[in-house]
């Protein structure tokens, strides 16, 4: 049984510029979500998907920010027009959606922006 | 609105000690959800526990217990005999029933340094 993998795992990338991040979750959740993580701070909840539905947004997702799951398997998230405040860790984790709503957590995207 | 506190930012101990790592958390729901979570070195954070409103049992697990107390809305962690492996960061998290335990709302983290 794999875990959730994330791709890639490390991303420089110019002010302005756009990247995609890919997230896999494990095969048999139903739930994906997507966290970002600073320097010295715990992760912080950008936004979720129950299968293919993406059904709450934090307010920290701003409108540069998009994630899809289009077949309710792989998620991805882009990020326009990226800021220097960007540079983070992108954590995806995945759950079931019954029971105990434990979270596996990816490896991380780790963005900077220049 | 919910919050969780981890007080302690970094804590150092020489191996074979016993440490504890606190968590204090706020919320509005009856039916919440308190997890812990190990991101060591390597950056990839690692499930540990989960306990449920509902259910005040302490829990041994190897050299890991945590200690539950809704009176003081505290969720403690204890390593006993640490071994520098134990060296990581360590994450509080709450998530709330109402919002059908959608998200986790995280601590601070509370670095751990197991000196040999």
């Known amino acids: ?114 | 609105a919910q919050k969780v506190t981890q007080a302690q930012t970094e804590i150092s101990v020489v191996e074979k000690e016993d440490v504890t790592l606190d968590c204090v958390y706020e919320t509005r729901d009856t039916t919440y959800y308190l997890f812990w979570y190990k991101q060591p070195p390597s950056g990839e954070l690692v499930f540990l526990i989960r306990r449920n409103s509902f259910d005040e049992q302490n829990e041994i697990s190897g050299r890991y217990s945590w200690n539950f107390q809704k009176s003081t809305s505290s969720f403690n962690f204890t390593i006993t005999a640490s071994q520098v492996v134990d060296s990581a960061v360590y994450f509080c998290a709450l998530s709330e029933a109402r919002t059908g335990a959608n998200n986790l709302f995280f601590g601070t983290g509370t670095r751990l340094t197991v000196i040999p």
């Open chain 1, 1 to 114: 049984d794999t875990g959730v993998s994330q791709d890639p795992r490390h991303k420089i990338t110019k002010r302005g510029q756009n990247v995609t991040f890919r997230c896999d979750p494990i095969s048999e959740h139903n739930r994906l979500y997507w966290y970002r993580q600073t320097l010295g701070q715990g992760p912080e909840f950008l936004t979720y998907f129950q299968n293919e539905a993406q059904l709450e947004k934090s307010r920290l997702l701003s409108d540069r920010f998009s994630a899809e799951r289009p077949k309710g398997s792989f998620s991805t998230l882009e990020i326009q027009r990226t800021e220097q405040g960007d540079s983070a860790m992108y954590l995806c984790a995945s759950s079931l959606d019954t029971g105990t709503y434990e979270q596996y957590f990816g490896p991380g995207t780790r963005l900077t922006v220049t």
